[in-house]
């Protein structure tokens, strides 16, 4: 019994381990490879400087932020979290199909016209388009 509970936090410890080293171990790699010519280092006040938003750098003092930068954000999450929902939906089919028939098929349709609606009352809104002719 105290055998699988520790079992269990070894789990643990070792996907912690791999969480730091790979991410540091990438860091690494690409601070290394600058001594190598794979990756050169050129810095410039430019490439030094802060950018954010899709505005440009090169003023005196701060340019308003444009509020469209959120809608593709908000976009963004939205298809992000259907890719989300649909990849586990897509690998656990199989086994689905045996226990729910058809329900599982139907929520995850339904699921879909729900947000091919919103995807195109976006467009319809014109919101995708960063220019407008306003």
Do not use: H
Request: glycine share 4%; charged share 15%; net charge positive.
């Amino acid at each position: 019994m105290f055998e699988d509970y520790f079992r269990q936090y070894a789990l643990l410890i070792i996907f912690a381990a791999a969480a730091v080293t790979v991410p540091v171990g990438m860091m690494l790699m690409s601070y290394m490879a600058q001594f190598v010519k794979v990756r050169p280092s050129r810095p410039t006040a430019v490439k030094e400087s802060a950018y954010e938003g899709g505005m440009p750098p090169f003023s005196s003092r701060p340019a308003r932020f444009n509020f469209r930068y959120y809608y593709y954000a908000l976009l963004f999450i939205v298809f992000d979290v259907e890719t989300i929902f649909l990849f586990p939906w897509a690998v656990k089919y199989g086994v689905m199909t045996r226990q729910f028939g058809f329900a599982a098929l139907t929520a995850v349709l339904i699921f879909l016209i729900v947000v091919t609606l919103a995807y195109a009352y976006a467009w319809r809104k014109r919101a995708l388009e960063w220019v407008t002719n306003e």
